[in-house]
């Protein structure tokens, strides 16, 4: 398996447009996380699935972000309107939930920059 | 709230001493914690799971510790090398969540 992918790795944008970041989980995984990071907030969660279904969202910073997760395999974060402020580096993440066997396998990230 | 907190400031050593990075959580008694190492530019990776029920855990040059009572992780790198420098963070799951501290700055010189 080739991991966890995302794209684009680099966007830059104007205020006001609409971003959509993109995930591939690995294959059998079945948990989904995307996070934020930013050198004054470290890495912060935004939302996690579990079975394709949000389970927790409440570290999703306010109406202008949405995540989906059409299939098992494949997750969307989407910023709009986009703010400078959301200038940060996003990550997503896969694992295979369990009781114990949690380790999380993360993506290369999507650098983002509004301008 | 619950919180999980490494030491912000960056930990500068010298090649073949030994690191310790610290990790506390507070208002939380997770099940267990997991240390990654993060490279710049590249995403997290996964190094070590310890159990609330394991004292010590090792791979490798590596070893983790895990006090309940005192709250508390320890991560330690024996015969450290420049090749070890990267920001290691740690980090324990609530629920089926994934919660980071801000993560420690590890360099080690020649």
């Known amino acids: 398996d080739a991991g966890v992918i995302q794209s684009p790795r680099h966007e830059v944008t104007e205020m006001g447009q609409e971003v959509t970041l993109r995930c591939k989980l690995i294959s059998g995984h079945n948990s989904l996380f995307w996070y934020r990071q930013t050198m004054m907030r470290g890495l912060e969660l935004l939302i996690y699935?579990?079975?394709?279904?949000?389970?927790?969202d409440s570290g999703m910073p306010e109406d202008r972000f949405s995540a989906k997760m059409p299939n098992a395999s494949f997750s969307t974060l989407k910023i709009q309107p986009s703010e400078p402020r959301d200038s940060a580096v996003y990550f997503c993440?896969?694992?295979?939930?369990?009781?114990?066997?949690?380790?999380?396998?993360f993506g290369q990230g999507t650098r983002l920059t509004v301008v | 709230s619950q919180k999980i907190e490494q030491n912000s400031e960056a930990l500068n050593i010298q090649e073949g001493k030994t690191a310790t990075l610290t990790c506390n959580y507070t208002?939380?008694?997770?099940?267990?914690l997991q240390w990654y190492r993060q490279d710049p530019g590249r995403g997290p990776v996964f190094l070590l799971l310890i159990r609330e029920n394991e004292k010590e855990k090792r791979k490798e040059r590596l070893k983790v510790t895990f006090d309940t009572t005192l709250k508390q992780s320890l991560f330690h790198i024996t015969a450290s090398q420049p090749a070890d420098s990267a920001t290691y963070l740690c980090a324990y799951n609530q629920g089926g969540k994934l919660i980071f501290g801000q993560g420690t700055e590890l360099s080690v010189k020649p």
């Open positions: 993440a896969s694992s295979q939930s369990g009781f114990m066997n949690t380790e999380a396998f």
């Open positions: 208002n939380y008694s997770p099940a267990y």
């Open positions: 699935f579990n079975n394709n279904v949000p389970i927790d």
